[in-house]
């Protein structure tokens, strides 16, 4: 699946997107975020405080119990700003 | 079916107005709201606003739609920009036309609120000194003023 990251969880981990593939372990969006967290430093740095990321799929906003089983895009983002 | 659009480039309140009422004559109110880049202590050159393309204009037509479905709307458009946007410059636009004012206003207002915490924008200050400004935080105040939607009509 793809990932995508905004704002301060982009610039903290250094990519706008990547392709990753995670263990079929993996099966929930919080699931996810402890499997990235894992990879590296900037990683663990983007979701230090994991309760404050906001996560869509398939650009749905979801919660972080969601599955992500046939999610082809999982986007995290701080809590928005716009308006 | 609501006007949404988002672009980079500034938006024109009043053409976007007669796009709504032009040729009409039952309509009797227009609430417009235009939101702008706001400099508090003289140290901002310009606010930087990240979206998340598809996704934020998929967000604001689902608020809009909502809004249509709760108010007896006769037109709504909802603009927001991104890129740099300098103080003063406008950000986000909503109007709303309806019969009869109240409609207008309380859809204008729902669409902003809902906008304002389910839209996937960000912005980041660019300061007048160069240096690198912070991302603006999420103000909690805008989660705690959804709930008044829960119970008003």
Redesign the interface.
């Known amino acids: 699946m793809k990932a995508?990251y905004?704002?301060?969880v982009r610039e903290r981990i250094g990519r706008t997107d990547e392709d990753i593939a995670p263990p079929a372990s993996v099966a929930t969006v919080g699931d996810l975020i402890a499997w990235l967290s894992a990879r590296g430093e900037n990683y663990a740095f983007a979701f230090e405080k994991a309760g404050a990321i906001r996560a869509?799929l398939d650009?749905?906003?979801v919660k972080h119990d969601a599955p992500i089983a046939g999610a082809r895009e999982v986007?995290f983002?701080?809590?928005?700003?716009?308006? | 079916m609501a006007r949404v659009r988002v672009q980079a480039a500034p938006f024109d309140v009043a053409a976007e107005t007669r796009a709504l009422t032009g040729g009409r004559t039952d309509i009797g109110a227009v609430v417009t709201f235009v939101?702008l880049c706001r400099d508090e202590g003289g140290t901002l050159a310009a606010l930087e606003?990240?979206?998340?393309p598809?996704?934020?204009e998929?967000?604001i037509r689902r608020v809009a739609d909502e809004a249509q479905a709760r108010w007896p709307l006769m037109g709504l458009t909802a603009i927001?920009r991104h890129g740099p946007i300098a103080p003063g410059e406008e950000?986000?636009l909503v109007i709303a036309c309806s019969a009869h004012r109240a409609a207008a206003f309380a859809a204008a207002e729902f669409l902003?609120d809902f906008?304002?915490?389910?839209?996937?924008?960000?912005?980041?200050e660019r300061r007048r000194d160069g240096r690198d400004g912070d991302?603006?935080?999420?103000r909690e105040e805008d989660e705690t003023v959804l709930a008044r939607w829960s119970s008003r009509p």
Request: charged share 25%; aromatic share 16%; proline share 7%.
């Open positions: 995508v905004f704002a301060w869509a650009r749905k906003h986007a983002f701080p809590p928005m700003t716009g308006g | 939101g606003l990240e979206h998340y598809g996704m934020a998929d967000e927001h950000i986000v902003m906008l304002k915490t389910r839209a996937p924008f960000w912005k980041k991302w603006v935080d999420a």
